[in-house]
């Protein structure tokens, strides 16, 4: 993905009279870090949206603001849910010379010829990954070829995944934890053995969850 800048401005509106900012076009976030004091900025509403509907939790940006340029990661977006529109963003400044810890989504490619030929269901157990890596070898996404799965019960683990990616980048996930795995269909479970087993693993939700917006 190509460099994303985003223009900020410092703010020291706060409070109620952020509501003010919003009915401007200007979107309200803030900017802390490890080795950063909480910078309060303001940024182009319509601009910010476009571009952050191409950024993703393990997305590099660059926010300019006022001239400083801080290299970060989105750390969460509030919306108003009845409108759609972002009202507040948090982002994480860090240092491009410093490992950091996070969470990258899976991207599952493909196509199994468990799913496709032999009735299998596709259960996805995992659908992030912890890794540890410098913020410029982070990736966007971790794709996962289901390809691979050809019969009743093949499934992916995470040090399979391991072996697909850069050396650069480390997944802290346990090696033998399952990524995705074929089970079978309900018509189909009393025939293979061990499939009921297998069917019970329900798949691990990532939902993104917003805190209060104190700027509300």
Known sequence: MEKVVLKATKRDVTGKQVKALRREGKLPAVIY???LEPIAISMDAHTTSLAMAKVTASSLVT?????????????????????????????????????IRTMVGVNFVGISSAVKDYNGVLVHNLERLEVECLPTDLPERITVDISVLKQIGDGVRVRDVAATISDNVVILNDEDEMV????????????VPGAEGAESAAPELSVERGKKDEEK
Do not use: M, W
């Open 33 to 35: 870090g490890r080795h």
């Open 63 to 99: 926010l300019d603001v006022d001239g400083t340029e801080y290299p970060a990661l989105v750390r969460e977006r509030q919306r108003n849910y009845i409108k759609g529109v972002l009202t507040h963003i948090d982002f994480l400044a860090v240092d491009l010379t410093e490992k």
């Open 180 to 191: 995705a795995v074929v089970t079978a269909s309900k018509d189909e479970a009393a025939a």
